[in-house]
């Protein structure tokens, strides 16, 4: 069965900028779009960016100006670029399919955290 791999998270100093990547194994990729989704404590996980197969992006407005995703369909891998992080970024970060109904089982996710 395929899944969603992430890494890449950290601890970050307010205002520092970290970037996270993910690998799909085993699944189809280059044809569906992908995106970002994140779950603090006590808070339902929240869709922050997508990326289409071609290209085109959406972001939460949370985010907006200060995440950046990409896919690398060659490497079947979708990355996000986030600058000017603050505390409320705080959360497990995971990579799923975008378009509702076509998420899978959710992976571990990556843990990131913004503190001085």
């Known amino acids: 069965q395929g899944q969603f791999v992430e890494s890449g998270g950290d601890l970050v100093q307010p205002g520092g900028s970290l970037k996270l990547s993910c690998a799909a194994v085993d699944l189809v990729f280059r044809l569906y779009s992908v995106g970002w989704y994140r779950q603090s404590p006590g808070k339902e996980r929240e869709r922050i960016a997508g990326v289409g197969p071609g290209g085109d992006t959406d972001y939460a407005d949370s985010v907006k100006d200060r995440f950046t995703i990409s896919r690398d369909n060659a490497d079947e891998k979708v990355y996000l670029q986030m600058t000017n992080m603050k505390p409320e970024d705080t959360a497990v970060y995971y990579c799923?399919?975008?378009?509702?109904?076509?998420?899978?089982?959710w992976g571990q996710g990556t843990q990131v955290t913004v503190s001085p």
């Open positions: 799923n399919y975008w378009l509702p109904g076509e998420t899978i089982s």
